[in-house]
Protein backbone atom coordinates (compact mmCIF):
# COMPACT_ATOMS: atom_id res chain seq x y z
CA UNK A 1 0.00 0.00 0.00
CA UNK A 2 2.93 2.21 0.86
CA UNK A 3 4.55 1.63 -2.39
CA UNK A 4 1.07 2.48 -4.45
CA UNK A 5 0.48 5.55 -2.09
CA UNK A 6 4.07 6.61 -3.51
CA UNK A 7 4.13 5.97 -7.12
CA UNK A 8 0.14 8.00 -6.75
CA UNK A 9 1.96 11.18 -5.44
CA UNK A 10 5.05 10.80 -8.25
CA UNK A 11 2.48 10.06 -10.79
CA UNK A 12 0.51 13.22 -8.74
CA UNK A 13 3.91 15.63 -8.73
CA UNK A 14 4.38 14.54 -12.99
CA UNK A 15 1.20 15.56 -14.09
CA UNK A 16 1.68 18.83 -12.35
CA UNK A 17 4.79 19.68 -13.87
CA UNK A 18 3.54 18.11 -17.37
CA UNK A 19 0.46 20.71 -17.38
CA UNK A 20 0.90 23.99 -18.18
CA UNK A 21 -1.46 26.41 -16.59
CA UNK A 22 -1.66 30.17 -19.02
CA UNK A 23 -2.72 32.96 -17.07
CA UNK A 24 -4.00 36.34 -18.12
CA UNK A 25 -4.09 39.25 -16.80
CA UNK A 26 -5.86 42.72 -17.52
CA UNK A 27 -3.41 45.81 -18.44
CA UNK A 28 -3.33 47.86 -15.56
CA UNK A 29 -0.67 47.33 -11.89
CA UNK A 30 -2.86 45.89 -9.72
CA UNK A 31 -4.27 42.77 -12.15
CA UNK A 32 -0.49 42.16 -13.05
CA UNK A 33 0.38 42.05 -9.65
CA UNK A 34 -2.51 39.28 -8.68
CA UNK A 35 -1.89 37.11 -11.28
CA UNK A 36 1.81 37.16 -11.12
CA UNK A 37 1.02 36.17 -7.47
CA UNK A 38 -1.15 33.11 -9.01
CA UNK A 39 1.79 32.31 -10.97
CA UNK A 40 3.90 31.19 -8.40
CA UNK A 41 1.72 30.09 -6.47
CA UNK A 42 0.98 27.66 -8.63
CA UNK A 43 5.33 27.16 -10.01
CA UNK A 44 5.50 26.77 -5.88
CA UNK A 45 2.84 23.85 -6.32
CA UNK A 46 4.60 22.20 -9.18
CA UNK A 47 3.17 23.56 -11.76
CA UNK A 48 4.55 25.11 -15.82
CA UNK A 49 3.00 28.28 -15.96
CA UNK A 50 2.72 30.50 -18.90
CA UNK A 51 2.33 34.13 -18.26
CA UNK A 52 -0.18 36.19 -20.94
CA UNK A 53 0.06 39.53 -18.91
CA UNK A 54 -1.01 42.76 -20.02
CA UNK A 55 -4.33 41.82 -22.15
CA UNK A 56 -6.20 44.70 -23.41
CA UNK A 57 -9.32 44.77 -21.09
CA UNK A 58 -12.36 43.07 -19.67
CA UNK A 59 -13.62 41.78 -23.01
CA UNK A 60 -9.90 40.63 -24.09
CA UNK A 61 -9.77 38.55 -20.90
CA UNK A 62 -12.98 37.37 -20.85
CA UNK A 63 -13.11 36.00 -24.46
CA UNK A 64 -9.64 34.46 -24.13
CA UNK A 65 -10.67 32.47 -20.45
CA UNK A 66 -14.03 31.17 -22.33
CA UNK A 67 -12.67 29.70 -25.29
CA UNK A 68 -9.84 28.21 -23.42
CA UNK A 69 -6.69 30.46 -24.44
CA UNK A 70 -6.06 31.28 -21.23
CA UNK A 71 -7.13 29.14 -17.97
CA UNK A 72 -7.37 31.67 -15.66
CA UNK A 73 -7.38 35.47 -14.81
CA UNK A 74 -7.98 38.05 -11.87
CA UNK A 75 -11.55 39.17 -12.28
CA UNK A 76 -13.88 41.63 -9.43
CA UNK A 77 -17.25 40.46 -8.39
CA UNK A 78 -18.80 43.59 -9.65
CA UNK A 79 -17.43 43.22 -13.17
CA UNK A 80 -18.39 40.33 -13.53
CA UNK A 81 -21.88 40.94 -12.13
CA UNK A 82 -22.14 44.09 -13.92
CA UNK A 83 -20.34 43.87 -17.15
CA UNK A 84 -20.16 40.18 -18.19
CA UNK A 85 -23.49 39.18 -16.87
CA UNK A 86 -25.49 41.88 -16.35
CA UNK A 87 -26.78 40.89 -13.57
CA UNK A 88 -26.75 43.29 -10.49
CA UNK A 89 -27.94 41.17 -8.15
CA UNK A 90 -25.58 38.19 -8.38
CA UNK A 91 -23.16 40.11 -6.24
CA UNK A 92 -21.91 37.46 -3.68
CA UNK A 93 -18.87 34.29 -5.20
CA UNK A 94 -21.91 32.43 -4.60
CA UNK A 95 -24.58 33.84 -6.64
CA UNK A 96 -21.84 34.39 -9.45
CA UNK A 97 -21.00 30.53 -9.42
CA UNK A 98 -24.64 30.12 -9.82
CA UNK A 99 -24.79 32.23 -13.08
CA UNK A 100 -21.41 30.80 -14.34
CA UNK A 101 -22.31 27.13 -13.98
CA UNK A 102 -23.17 26.13 -17.72
CA UNK A 103 -20.10 27.98 -18.77
CA UNK A 104 -17.41 26.01 -17.50
CA UNK A 105 -16.29 28.90 -15.90
CA UNK A 106 -15.84 29.10 -11.85
CA UNK A 107 -15.15 32.03 -9.71
CA UNK A 108 -12.72 30.98 -6.52
CA UNK A 109 -12.90 32.88 -3.00
CA UNK A 110 -11.82 36.06 -2.96
CA UNK A 111 -8.33 37.60 -2.22
CA UNK A 112 -10.12 39.87 0.91
CA UNK A 113 -9.95 43.49 -0.66
CA UNK A 114 -12.53 45.71 -2.09
CA UNK A 115 -11.03 47.49 -5.19
CA UNK A 116 -14.22 49.23 -5.74
CA UNK A 117 -14.37 52.46 -8.59
CA UNK A 118 -14.25 55.84 -6.98
CA UNK A 119 -14.05 59.22 -8.45
CA UNK A 120 -10.63 61.20 -7.29
CA UNK A 121 -9.89 64.85 -7.31
CA UNK A 122 -6.55 66.51 -6.32
CA UNK A 123 -7.47 67.60 -2.15
CA UNK A 124 -6.47 71.15 -2.53
CA UNK A 125 -9.04 71.64 -5.29
CA UNK A 126 -11.70 69.58 -3.43
CA UNK A 127 -11.25 71.91 -0.17
CA UNK A 128 -10.62 75.11 -2.26
CA UNK A 129 -14.27 73.89 -3.89
CA UNK A 130 -15.73 72.17 -0.77
CA UNK A 131 -16.07 69.22 -2.93
CA UNK A 132 -16.83 66.23 -0.68
CA UNK A 133 -19.32 63.82 -2.19
CA UNK A 134 -19.48 62.71 -5.93
CA UNK A 135 -23.28 64.83 -6.00
CA UNK A 136 -20.75 67.59 -5.79
CA UNK A 137 -19.61 66.90 -8.90
CA UNK A 138 -23.41 68.40 -10.11
CA UNK A 139 -22.74 71.87 -9.24
CA UNK A 140 -19.00 71.95 -10.81
CA UNK A 141 -19.57 72.15 -14.81
CA UNK A 142 -16.00 74.22 -15.12
CA UNK A 143 -14.11 70.61 -14.21
CA UNK A 144 -12.51 68.43 -16.86
CA UNK A 145 -13.26 65.29 -16.46
CA UNK A 146 -11.46 62.64 -17.82
CA UNK A 147 -11.76 58.79 -17.11
CA UNK A 148 -10.21 55.61 -18.34
CA UNK A 149 -11.61 54.42 -21.71
CA UNK A 150 -13.25 51.02 -19.75
CA UNK A 151 -14.99 53.42 -17.08
CA UNK A 152 -16.67 55.51 -19.94
CA UNK A 153 -18.44 53.00 -21.59
CA UNK A 154 -19.51 50.36 -19.10
CA UNK A 155 -23.15 50.68 -17.16
CA UNK A 156 -21.10 50.16 -13.63
CA UNK A 157 -19.21 53.04 -15.16
CA UNK A 158 -19.71 56.67 -16.29
CA UNK A 159 -23.03 56.33 -17.98
CA UNK A 160 -24.68 54.28 -15.00
CA UNK A 161 -23.09 57.12 -12.63
CA UNK A 162 -24.10 60.02 -14.11
CA UNK A 163 -28.15 58.52 -14.23
CA UNK A 164 -27.26 57.80 -10.78
CA UNK A 165 -25.82 61.30 -9.97
CA UNK A 166 -27.94 63.23 -12.29
CA UNK A 167 -24.47 64.24 -14.23
CA UNK A 168 -24.41 66.01 -17.38
CA UNK A 169 -20.67 67.02 -18.01
CA UNK A 170 -18.87 66.40 -21.32
CA UNK A 171 -16.06 63.64 -20.71
CA UNK A 172 -13.47 62.00 -22.39
CA UNK A 173 -11.53 58.92 -22.34
CA UNK A 174 -7.82 58.27 -21.21
CA UNK A 175 -5.64 55.30 -20.68
CA UNK A 176 -5.81 54.53 -16.89
CA UNK A 177 -2.49 54.29 -16.12
CA UNK A 178 -1.85 58.09 -17.37
CA UNK A 179 -4.82 59.68 -15.37
CA UNK A 180 -3.34 60.11 -12.26
CA UNK A 181 0.03 61.88 -14.37
CA UNK A 182 -2.22 63.65 -16.04
CA UNK A 183 -4.25 65.06 -12.99
CA UNK A 184 -1.43 65.20 -11.12
CA UNK A 185 0.01 68.49 -14.03
CA UNK A 186 -3.25 69.62 -13.77
CA UNK A 187 -4.31 69.02 -17.70
CA UNK A 188 -7.17 67.11 -15.97
CA UNK A 189 -9.89 67.70 -12.54
CA UNK A 190 -11.37 64.55 -11.92
CA UNK A 191 -10.74 60.88 -12.80
CA UNK A 192 -12.48 57.58 -12.44
CA UNK A 193 -9.83 55.95 -9.31
CA UNK A 194 -9.48 52.31 -7.87
CA UNK A 195 -9.52 52.37 -4.67
CA UNK A 196 -6.55 50.50 -3.59
CA UNK A 197 -3.97 52.14 -6.28
CA UNK A 198 -1.04 53.76 -4.90
CA UNK A 199 -1.23 56.47 -6.89
CA UNK A 200 -3.65 58.17 -4.32
CA UNK A 201 -1.69 58.44 -1.28
CA UNK A 202 1.40 59.84 -4.14
CA UNK A 203 -0.65 62.48 -5.11
CA UNK A 204 -2.82 63.18 -2.04
CA UNK A 205 -6.15 62.89 -3.99
CA UNK A 206 -9.52 62.91 -2.00
CA UNK A 207 -11.75 60.12 -3.15
CA UNK A 208 -15.27 61.59 -2.60
CA UNK A 209 -17.87 59.70 -1.17
CA UNK A 210 -20.08 57.45 -3.28
CA UNK A 211 -22.76 58.70 -1.23
CA UNK A 212 -25.99 57.31 -3.48
CA UNK A 213 -24.52 53.71 -3.11
CA UNK A 214 -23.93 53.42 -6.72
CA UNK A 215 -20.84 50.95 -7.09
CA UNK A 216 -21.43 48.25 -6.01
CA UNK A 217 -18.00 45.57 -4.34
CA UNK A 218 -15.72 44.47 -6.68
CA UNK A 219 -13.88 41.86 -4.64
CA UNK A 220 -10.38 40.39 -6.81
CA UNK A 221 -11.02 36.76 -7.07
CA UNK A 222 -9.40 34.12 -9.84
CA UNK A 223 -11.76 33.26 -12.22
CA UNK A 224 -11.08 30.02 -13.83
CA UNK A 225 -12.04 27.30 -15.96
CA UNK A 226 -13.72 24.60 -14.53
CA UNK A 227 -11.17 22.19 -16.06
CA UNK A 228 -8.49 23.55 -13.58
CA UNK A 229 -6.80 21.08 -11.78
CA UNK A 230 -7.77 20.37 -8.49
CA UNK A 231 -3.98 20.91 -6.98
CA UNK A 232 -4.49 23.94 -8.49
CA UNK A 233 -7.07 25.43 -7.16
CA UNK A 234 -5.95 24.47 -3.61
CA UNK A 235 -3.02 26.14 -4.15
CA UNK A 236 -4.99 29.63 -5.33
CA UNK A 237 -7.47 28.95 -2.15
CA UNK A 238 -4.37 29.38 -0.35
CA UNK A 239 -4.34 33.34 -0.86
CA UNK A 240 -7.99 33.88 0.24
CA UNK A 241 -8.73 36.32 2.38
CA UNK A 242 -5.12 37.18 2.84
CA UNK A 243 -5.19 40.70 1.67
CA UNK A 244 -7.19 43.71 2.94
CA UNK A 245 -7.52 47.18 1.42
CA UNK A 246 -4.33 48.89 3.05
CA UNK A 247 -2.15 46.14 2.31
CA UNK A 248 -3.42 45.68 -1.83
CA UNK A 249 -2.65 49.67 -1.85
CA UNK A 250 1.14 49.24 -0.12
CA UNK A 251 1.73 46.54 -2.79
CA UNK A 252 0.96 48.38 -5.52
CA UNK A 253 2.61 51.51 -4.38
CA UNK A 254 5.87 49.05 -4.04
CA UNK A 255 5.70 48.83 -7.64
CA UNK A 256 4.68 51.64 -8.61
CA UNK A 257 7.06 54.07 -6.87
CA UNK A 258 9.85 52.12 -5.52
CA UNK A 259 10.44 50.80 -8.44
CA UNK A 260 10.47 47.26 -8.00
CA UNK A 261 9.33 45.02 -9.97
CA UNK A 262 5.66 42.97 -10.03
CA UNK A 263 7.78 39.65 -9.91
CA UNK A 264 9.94 40.72 -7.09
CA UNK A 265 7.03 42.47 -4.53
CA UNK A 266 4.32 39.72 -5.90
CA UNK A 267 7.50 36.89 -4.46
CA UNK A 268 7.70 39.31 -1.25
CA UNK A 269 4.22 39.46 -0.21
CA UNK A 270 3.88 34.94 -0.43
CA UNK A 271 7.04 34.68 1.64
CA UNK A 272 6.21 37.34 4.01
CA UNK A 273 2.48 35.18 4.60
CA UNK A 274 4.58 31.88 4.42
CA UNK A 275 3.28 30.99 0.73
CA UNK A 276 5.88 30.63 -1.08
CA UNK A 277 9.25 30.46 -0.95
CA UNK A 278 11.83 33.30 -1.73
CA UNK A 279 12.80 32.77 -5.31
CA UNK A 280 15.75 34.42 -7.29
CA UNK A 281 14.10 37.16 -9.78
CA UNK A 282 17.66 38.56 -10.77
CA UNK A 283 18.08 39.21 -14.92
CA UNK A 284 19.50 40.83 -17.53
CA UNK A 285 18.32 43.70 -19.52
CA UNK A 286 19.22 42.37 -22.59
CA UNK A 287 17.70 38.79 -22.70
CA UNK A 288 13.74 40.11 -22.10
CA UNK A 289 15.18 43.07 -24.97
CA UNK A 290 15.92 40.19 -27.29
CA UNK A 291 13.47 37.93 -26.50
CA UNK A 292 11.31 40.34 -27.36
CA UNK A 293 12.71 41.81 -30.61
CA UNK A 294 12.86 38.39 -31.71
CA UNK A 295 9.18 37.65 -31.43
CA UNK A 296 8.64 41.23 -33.20
CA UNK A 297 10.50 40.07 -36.02
CA UNK A 298 8.77 36.53 -36.23
CA UNK A 299 4.71 38.47 -35.86
CA UNK A 300 5.89 40.76 -38.73
CA UNK A 301 8.33 38.57 -40.83
CA UNK A 302 5.81 36.08 -41.32
CA UNK A 303 2.75 38.65 -41.99
CA UNK A 304 4.59 40.31 -44.48
CA UNK A 305 5.70 37.47 -46.36
CA UNK A 306 2.22 36.20 -46.70
CA UNK A 307 1.26 40.00 -47.53
CA UNK A 308 3.26 39.54 -49.86
CA UNK A 309 2.44 36.67 -51.89
CA UNK A 310 -1.24 37.38 -51.60
CA UNK A 311 -1.03 41.19 -52.22
CA UNK A 312 1.40 40.48 -55.78
CA UNK A 313 -0.75 37.51 -56.56
CA UNK A 314 -4.00 38.88 -56.67
CA UNK A 315 -2.35 42.08 -58.21
CA UNK A 316 -1.17 39.48 -61.02
CA UNK A 317 -4.65 38.19 -61.55
CA UNK A 318 -7.16 40.93 -61.39
CA UNK A 319 -5.57 43.90 -63.02
CA UNK A 320 -6.52 43.12 -66.08
CA UNK A 321 -10.05 43.42 -65.16
CA UNK A 322 -10.59 46.50 -63.82
CA UNK A 323 -13.63 46.18 -61.94
CA UNK A 324 -11.98 43.65 -59.93
CA UNK A 325 -8.71 45.50 -59.32
CA UNK A 326 -11.01 48.80 -57.96
CA UNK A 327 -13.22 46.36 -55.87
CA UNK A 328 -10.12 44.18 -53.83
CA UNK A 329 -8.37 48.10 -53.25
CA UNK A 330 -11.35 48.86 -51.59
CA UNK A 331 -12.03 46.24 -49.72
CA UNK A 332 -8.45 46.63 -48.72
CA UNK A 333 -8.54 50.06 -48.31
CA UNK A 334 -11.76 49.48 -45.88
CA UNK A 335 -10.10 46.77 -43.49
CA UNK A 336 -7.34 49.64 -43.21
CA UNK A 337 -10.04 52.15 -41.52
CA UNK A 338 -11.27 49.32 -38.52
CA UNK A 339 -8.72 50.68 -35.60
CA UNK A 340 -5.74 48.26 -34.86
CA UNK A 341 -6.70 47.40 -30.95
CA UNK A 342 -10.45 46.83 -32.57
CA UNK A 343 -9.80 44.12 -34.88
CA UNK A 344 -7.39 42.16 -32.78
CA UNK A 345 -9.85 42.09 -30.42
CA UNK A 346 -12.33 40.92 -33.35
CA UNK A 347 -10.10 38.34 -33.92
CA UNK A 348 -10.36 36.41 -30.76
CA UNK A 349 -13.76 34.89 -31.04
CA UNK A 350 -12.68 33.34 -34.46
CA UNK A 351 -8.58 32.76 -33.28
CA UNK A 352 -8.35 33.00 -29.34
CA UNK A 353 -5.21 34.85 -28.68
CA UNK A 354 -1.44 35.07 -29.40
CA UNK A 355 0.21 35.02 -32.49
CA UNK A 356 -2.22 33.59 -34.71
CA UNK A 357 -4.88 36.65 -35.03
CA UNK A 358 -1.76 39.13 -34.26
CA UNK A 359 -0.37 37.65 -37.63
CA UNK A 360 -3.75 37.55 -39.50
CA UNK A 361 -4.34 41.23 -38.61
CA UNK A 362 -0.95 42.38 -39.35
CA UNK A 363 -1.05 40.48 -42.81
CA UNK A 364 -4.44 42.48 -43.30
CA UNK A 365 -3.38 45.54 -42.41
CA UNK A 366 -0.37 44.78 -44.95
CA UNK A 367 -1.90 44.00 -48.02
CA UNK A 368 -2.94 47.76 -49.25
CA UNK A 369 0.34 49.11 -49.64
CA UNK A 370 1.70 46.07 -51.32
CA UNK A 371 -1.90 45.58 -53.64
CA UNK A 372 -2.26 49.17 -54.33
CA UNK A 373 1.45 49.77 -55.51
CA UNK A 374 1.71 46.55 -57.62
CA UNK A 375 -1.59 47.26 -59.28
CA UNK A 376 -1.13 50.95 -59.95
CA UNK A 377 2.56 49.80 -61.83
CA UNK A 378 0.56 47.24 -63.33
CA UNK A 379 -2.03 49.42 -65.23
CA UNK A 380 0.01 52.01 -66.13
CA UNK A 381 2.65 50.23 -68.10
CA UNK A 382 3.11 52.32 -71.58
CA UNK A 383 0.54 50.91 -73.73
CA UNK A 384 2.93 51.48 -76.59
CA UNK A 385 5.20 48.32 -74.70
CA UNK A 386 2.38 46.71 -74.87
CA UNK A 387 1.49 46.96 -78.06
CA UNK A 388 4.87 46.07 -79.27
CA UNK A 389 4.73 42.76 -77.37
CA UNK A 390 1.69 41.85 -78.98
CA UNK A 391 2.77 42.42 -82.00
CA UNK A 392 5.88 40.82 -81.94
CA UNK A 393 3.83 37.73 -80.95
CA UNK A 394 4.74 37.22 -77.19
CA UNK A 395 1.82 35.42 -75.28
CA UNK A 396 0.20 36.74 -71.68
CA UNK A 397 2.72 35.06 -69.58
CA UNK A 398 5.73 35.80 -71.70
CA UNK A 399 4.42 39.29 -71.51
CA UNK A 400 3.47 39.06 -67.67
CA UNK A 401 7.34 38.17 -67.52
CA UNK A 402 9.22 40.40 -69.84
CA UNK A 403 6.90 43.45 -69.80
CA UNK A 404 5.02 44.11 -66.97
CA UNK A 405 7.18 42.19 -63.92
CA UNK A 406 10.23 43.96 -64.33
CA UNK A 407 8.52 47.43 -64.83
CA UNK A 408 6.62 46.78 -61.89
CA UNK A 409 9.38 45.96 -59.42
CA UNK A 410 10.01 48.96 -58.64
CA UNK A 411 6.17 50.04 -57.59
CA UNK A 412 5.94 46.90 -55.96
CA UNK A 413 9.26 47.40 -53.55
CA UNK A 414 7.84 50.76 -52.46
CA UNK A 415 4.80 49.28 -51.03
CA UNK A 416 6.36 45.95 -49.61
CA UNK A 417 8.81 48.58 -47.41
CA UNK A 418 5.51 50.47 -46.21
CA UNK A 419 4.27 47.12 -45.59
CA UNK A 420 7.05 46.41 -43.43
CA UNK A 421 7.10 49.63 -41.95
CA UNK A 422 3.52 49.86 -40.66
CA UNK A 423 3.60 45.92 -39.75
CA UNK A 424 6.81 46.94 -37.44
CA UNK A 425 4.56 49.80 -35.74
CA UNK A 426 0.93 47.85 -35.92
CA UNK A 427 2.56 44.41 -34.31
CA UNK A 428 3.21 46.70 -30.69
CA UNK A 429 -0.29 46.65 -30.14
CA UNK A 430 -0.32 42.59 -30.57
CA UNK A 431 0.83 42.80 -26.68
CA UNK A 432 -3.11 43.41 -26.02
CA UNK A 433 -3.80 40.44 -27.25
CA UNK A 434 -0.80 37.86 -25.52
CA UNK A 435 0.86 38.04 -28.91
CA UNK A 436 4.59 39.23 -26.98
CA UNK A 437 6.89 41.65 -28.87
CA UNK A 438 7.96 45.06 -28.36
CA UNK A 439 4.49 46.15 -27.48
CA UNK A 440 4.85 44.07 -23.81
CA UNK A 441 7.45 45.95 -22.34
CA UNK A 442 5.21 49.70 -23.77
CA UNK A 443 1.96 47.75 -22.31
CA UNK A 444 3.71 46.99 -19.10
CA UNK A 445 4.94 50.99 -18.99
CA UNK A 446 1.47 52.54 -19.85
CA UNK A 447 -0.12 50.48 -16.74
CA UNK A 448 2.78 51.79 -14.59
CA UNK A 449 3.52 54.89 -16.06
CA UNK A 450 6.91 54.42 -15.91
CA UNK A 451 8.37 56.12 -19.32
CA UNK A 452 11.78 54.09 -19.35
CA UNK A 453 10.02 50.89 -19.47
CA UNK A 454 7.94 52.58 -22.63
CA UNK A 455 11.28 53.25 -24.35
CA UNK A 456 12.20 49.78 -23.77
CA UNK A 457 9.67 49.19 -26.52
CA UNK A 458 9.47 51.86 -28.36
CA UNK A 459 13.05 52.68 -29.56
CA UNK A 460 14.05 49.39 -30.72
CA UNK A 461 10.54 48.94 -32.74
CA UNK A 462 11.66 52.57 -34.35
CA UNK A 463 15.42 51.26 -34.84
CA UNK A 464 13.48 48.39 -36.77
CA UNK A 465 11.43 50.29 -38.50
CA UNK A 466 14.52 52.03 -40.07
CA UNK A 467 16.90 49.04 -40.23
CA UNK A 468 14.32 47.52 -42.15
CA UNK A 469 14.09 50.80 -44.55
CA UNK A 470 17.70 49.93 -44.67
CA UNK A 471 17.69 46.59 -45.83
CA UNK A 472 15.21 46.60 -48.71
CA UNK A 473 17.09 49.79 -49.96
CA UNK A 474 19.89 47.45 -50.31
CA UNK A 475 17.69 44.55 -51.90
CA UNK A 476 16.02 47.40 -54.28
CA UNK A 477 19.69 48.44 -55.40
CA UNK A 478 20.59 44.52 -55.74
CA UNK A 479 18.28 43.98 -57.46
CA UNK A 480 16.75 46.21 -59.73
CA UNK A 481 18.60 48.04 -62.63
CA UNK A 482 19.62 51.49 -61.50
CA UNK A 483 17.51 53.18 -64.70
CA UNK A 484 14.78 51.22 -62.74
CA UNK A 485 14.98 52.49 -59.02
CA UNK A 486 12.63 54.82 -57.97
CA UNK A 487 14.60 56.30 -55.36
CA UNK A 488 17.68 57.25 -58.00
CA UNK A 489 14.72 58.57 -60.04
CA UNK A 490 13.81 60.87 -57.58
CA UNK A 491 17.33 61.72 -56.88
CA UNK A 492 17.85 62.95 -60.20
CA UNK A 493 15.54 65.28 -60.57
Not at 52 to 59: A, E, I, V
Not at 126 to 140: C, P, R, S, V
Not at 196 to 222: C, H, I, M, S
Request: aromatic share 8%; net charge negative; glycine share 8%.
Amino acid sequence: MAVLLGFAAVVSVQAAEDRQIRIGSKNFNENYLLAEMSAQMLEQAGFRVERRFGLGGTLICYEALRSGEIDLYIEYTGTLSQAILNDPEATSIDALNVRLVDSDLAVLPAFGFNNTYAMAIKRQLAEDLGMHTIADLAGQPQLRLVVSHEFLEREDGWPGLARAYGLSASVTGIEHGLAYQAIADGAIDVTDAYSTDGELKRYDLRVLEDNRGFFPQYLAAPLIREDLPTAARQALERMAGSIDDQTMQRLNAEVVFENRGFAEVANGFLVEQGFADEVDLSGTFWGPLLDNTAQHLKLTGIALLGSILVGVGASLLVFRIPVLARSLTYFCGLLQTIPSIALLALMIPLFGIGMLPAIIALFLYSLLPILRNTLTALTTIDPTLVKVAVAMGLKDSEQLRLIYLPLALPSMFAGIRTAAVISIGTATLAAFIGAGGLGDPIVTGLALNDVNLILQGAVPAAVLAVVTELVFEGLERLLLPGNLRLADHSVSR
